[in-house]
């Protein structure tokens, strides 16, 4: 009962500061405070999750290269040597030849980067959230099973994820678990994301590093070769909200169908017609 009172207590002051805030500010709508207590706002802006990432998503709509104009951007990142293979092998390195695979000194070069404050994507017009990078080397673990756990927490919020993840009594889940963990605590430790609850895993996926082949003996002298595979395990957290839809593009609904079906009935044409 006491912990009913204490919550509706820190509800009710978490009401009056919004209340003095608008009236430390007139310009801000009731709606726009409403909407930011709630969480629905883009972090930064007046604008809300939705609109947010429309803007976000028609980024990925196909361009040619020739109409494709790409805006400048601002930002330091060290140097990065050309002429030194980071697949973990010796030798020259080759801009064709295992150069294109995710490696952890790649993933791990992302944090390095540094944006100056406050700064606004052109392409969007938002600001850009807080990101951290994160990764787990040589996991033995089946690629393909840690691709479904990885496939279930996409796009959930970090705590959701955890939870999900908790009830899936798996290697993989269990792995994944422990990635989250550690990726959430070097958010807070590492680069002082204020709440890192607030982040939701925008990236999640395994590669598979190495194979190493062993051998079982069966019965009459029959010997099999194993293969025990490693993986590396990539995660990027992102602050804010995920998008609502898991896929690339938003799926239709029923309005949406039905336009695209009265289009297709309106270009229908009667073939050898004058």
Known sequence: MLKQ????????????????????????????????????????????????WKRRIQLRQP???????????????????????????????HPMIGQDVMTPE???YYNKIVWPPNYVSPETGL????????????????PKRMFMACHLVWRLNID???????????KACMILRQVLTEAKKKASEEFHVEFPSDMHVA????????????????????????????INIFVRLEEGDGPPMKKRWEPKNGWDKMKDY??????RCIEYSI
């Not at 959701?160 to 798996?170: G, M, N, T, W």
């Not at 590093?209 to 079982?216: A, D, L, N, P, T």
Request: glycine share 4%; net charge positive; with cysteine.
């Open 5 to 52: 009172l204490g919550f509706l207590c820190m509800k009710m002051h978490s009401c009056l500061e919004y209340s003095l805030q608008l009236s430390a500010h007139p310009s801000i709508s009731l709606l726009q405070i409403s909407q930011r207590y709630r969480g629905t706002l883009y972090p930064g802006t007046n604008v809300s999750v939705e609109e947010a």
């Open 63 to 93: 361009k040619l290269q020739c109409d494709e104009q790409v805006q400048p951007k601002l930002y330091y990142a060290p140097e990065w040597d050309l002429e030194k293979r980071h697949d973990g092998e010796e030798g020259e390195a």
């Open 106 to 108: 790649k993933w791990n």
């Open 127 to 142: 600001p850009l959230l807080r990101q951290v990078y994160y990764c787990r080397e040589s996991v033995h673990c089946s």
């Open 160 to 170: 959701e994820a955890l939870e999900q993840l908790k009830l899936q009594r798996k």
């Open 203 to 230: 990236e999640a996926f395994p590669i598979q590093c190495q194979i190493v082949k062993g051998y079982r003996r069966h019965a009459r002298e029959r010997i099999t070769v194993t293969r025990y595979r490693y």
């Open 262 to 267: 009265y289009k297709y009935l309106r270009e």
